[in-house]
């Protein structure tokens, strides 16, 4: 089983900056994609960014510019790091990763639960 936590979010005012955290645990033999996705209230999820093999990245086109994602292949983590944020950046913020558990293993997509960004004054 693996195991996606996410750490970071808070409250921030506008024009200010967080960093998310995804830490993957547990039976890893590889991360092909690990990326960041949002669901503010009433809305669909959306993928914010992603990373893939050979740090290959791609962003929403309402983040392109202000937000960053990397990859620590090391600690299994991935980061995102948020600057110039809007009200319209509040949401639920989920890890969501592509894992081979094992080598006999196919890979399957995980999730974190969440964690909240509010931007507010």
């Known amino acids: 089983q693996v195991q996606l936590v996410e750490s970071g979010g808070g409250l921030v005012q506008p024009g200010g900056s967080l960093r998310l955290s995804c830490v993957a645990s547990?039976?890893?033999?590889?991360?092909?994609?690990m990326a960041w996705h949002r669901q503010a209230p009433g809305k669909q999820r959306e993928l914010v960014a992603a990373?893939?093999?050979?740090?290959?990245?791609n962003y929403a086109d309402s983040v392109k510019g202000r937000f960053t994602i990397s990859r620590d292949n090391a600690k299994n983590t991935v980061y995102l790091q948020m600057n110039s944020l809007n009200a319209e950046d509040t949401a639920g913020y989920y890890c969501?990763?592509?894992?081979?558990?094992?080598?006999?293993?196919?890979?399957?997509?995980?999730w974190g639960q969440g964690t909240q960004v509010t931007v507010s004054s």
């Open positions: 547990g039976s890893i033999f590889t991360i092909y994609v």
């Open positions: 990373i893939r093999s050979g740090e290959i990245t």
């Open positions: 969501n990763a592509v894992v081979r558990p094992d080598s006999t293993y196919s890979a399957s997509n995980y």
